[in-house]
């Protein structure tokens, strides 16, 4: 999965979360990139018609940009699920967003014939939890952050 893919991904995810359009701030956040290689990379975006951002206001993806985002977060739930689930990686979040940018279509296509993804995907992905509600492994016994455990929430 190449670097837009990704930043795709990213900018899908943070409107969900915002419940609208993507602030560039969240969207380097969301990357653990500086706010200046988001603006970069999102103008890349905007020039091949997936996303339109306007200065303060955010990043909208356009339908083209939705496609592709979801066939980025379909191609992630593949990899973390892989990782969790096939090879048992404890730390698989970590590992998938190291291996995700190299990873292809077809790498994804083959994984996917191992872990029989379901019909529902990607829209399995919860972005508060940032990960994939299909996993069949104990997130919050794994002490994953995000996942708030009964004892946090009292």
Do not use: W
């Not at 956040?29 to 996303?51: H, Q, R």
């Not at 940018?101 to 829209?123: H, Q, W």
């Amino acid at each position: 999965m190449n670097t837009a893919k990704r930043y795709l991904r990213a900018i899908y995810l943070v409107q969900q979360t915002e419940d609208g359009r993507a602030s560039t701030g969240a969207i380097a956040d969301a990357l653990d990139v500086s706010p200046a290689s988001a603006n970069e990379m999102i103008g890349k975006l905007e020039t091949d018609g997936l996303c339109t951002h306007e200065k303060y206001r955010g990043v909208d993806l356009t339908d083209e940009g939705i496609v592709h985002a979801r066939e980025a977060l379909g191609e992630y739930c593949i990899l973390e699920r892989f990782l969790a689930e096939v090879l048992a990686v404890e730390s698989f979040r970590e590992e998938a967003d190291q291996l995700e940018p190299v990873i292809n279509e077809i790498v994804a296509e083959r994984l996917d014939t191992i872990i029989d993804r379901r019909p529902v995907c990607p829209d399995c992905f919860d972005p508060e939890t940032g990960a994939c509600e299909s996993l069949e492994v104990d997130l919050e016994a794994r002490g994953d952050p995000g996942i708030e455990s009964d004892a946090d929430a009292d």
